[in-house]
């Protein structure tokens, strides 16, 4: 990387990066205590985490103004470890989650994202946006009219203010105004504060105190590699969302390998594992963040929060924050997802309600992502089996001449071998291939099989037209063409 790029990532936007870290540092706290309390641990361990981690990508992270720190995708993974076996095997797992991630980084499995369709991207996206707008309903239960009033007074700065200027982001001004009404107004809404202890203490380095033997990798290994994948997928698809909101490319791999060394460094000074944040990512650009400065002060800010501004953190009205949320839920949803799903092909149109439902049931992006790229394989394997074969009869030679068109593969084979009548009555059969490929060990058993059942039938078979790769592959694993090979035999 050269000189000219690490100044544009690193301080290229100074001031629209430090007010839009601030701004993330609030939104931050109640997520980490939040997934804190899913992973059954002390809140401390995901604030320590979403430091560790924001700090860490900020410079190892390969994509800038990306926000990266404890999640709900990782944390959801993490529970039965930590009630089986307790924080210090949980520290253990995320360090060799870091590992793998790494690991995973140097083979490119950044790559793996040309394989995600769009549909799968829009319904990833419209899910999460359902997702952060659900999430934020827990917090009306039990409240009554002031945080009502609270959030839609933080909705209405958030969309007005920038009319009059953009020097400082609404949604920070949204924060402190709504903060200052619940101050001095003794509202009893519900406050960060009330979401868990926050204690003014700094992360200390530790090691896992765990036995470092083959029982401990049994036991941690399920865990992290799980955590791995899930907190790889996240943090690819967030990028991708970054990529195309700020128009700019990312290093996919070097995003791996980052996420990697923030998590061993999380679990160092006490923190569990962690991902990127689409929410939080999508904040922080809203608010003007374009470098990598932006996650540094985010996670910088986050610790003076705690240690040094506690007295202010823990009187922010969870109204205010739940207000950027919904900020975040109503600008992360694609609309225009909606208003072209007339003419969208309905294949795409499914796999992406697939996607969204998949998501929203069982609360994990994930599992969302995978569901949509295997609907989207069947669809497309389905779209291209279709095989199309015709036939002219030479009366004089009796000869039958097929051509076959489409692509020859184990979704087609069935199709193709079932469009011959092996005991026509003709002498000889030319198959022209010319216009078909063959990509797999059952496209070259159903040459074989048609071949061998016309000449169990004393028919001849004549191959012509086939590409030099799929030659190649009926030389290597076709049986046809060798002595003694019998139809039997498949």
Known sequence: MNIQTLKTEWFGNIRGDILSGIVVAMALIPEAIAFSIIAGVDPMVGLYASFCIAVTTAFFGGRPAMISAATGATALLMGSLVASHGLQYLLAATILTGVIQIILGYFKAGRLMKFIPRSVMVGFVNALAILIFMAQLTHFKGESWPMYAMVAGALAIIYIFPRFTKAVPSPLVAIIVITLIAVFTGSDVRTVGDMGELKRALPTFMIPDIPFNMDTLKIIFPYSLGIALVGLVESFLTAQIVDDMTDTTSNKNREAKGQGVANIVSALFGGMAGCAMIGQSVINVKSGGRGRLSTLVAGVFLLILIIVLNGFLIRI??????????????????????????????????????????????????????????????????????????????????????????????????????????????????????????????????????????????????????????????????????????????
């Open 317 to 490: 009205p969870m109204a205010a924050l739940v207000g950027v949320m919904f900020m975040v839920s109503i600008g992360t949803f694609d609309w225009t997802s909606l208003k072209t799903l007339h003419v969208m092909p309905v294949t795409d149109t499914i796999v992406m309600i697939v996607t969204v439902g998949a998501v929203v049931y069982t609360d994990n992006l994930s599992i969302g992502v995978v569901a949509g790229v295997i609907l989207s394989a069947v669809f497309f394997a389905s779209k291209i089996s279709k095989v199309h074969i015709t036939s002219e009869m030479d009366e004089a030679l009796n000869i039958k001449r097929y051509t076959v068109s489409g692509q020859l593969f184990f979704a087609s084979v069935s199709d193709f071998v079932a469009s011959f009548d092996f005991k026509e009555d003709v002498d000889k059969v030319e198959l022209n291939l010319a216009h078909t490929h063959l990509w797999d060990h059952s496209a070259v058993d159903a040459i074989d099989k048609v071949v061998l059942k016309y000449r169990e039938n004393g028919t001849k078979v004549k191959l012509i037209g086939m590409n030099d790769q799929s030659s190649l592959l009926v030389e290597k694993i076709g049986v046809h063409h060798k002595p003694n090979a019998k139809a039997a035999n498949h």
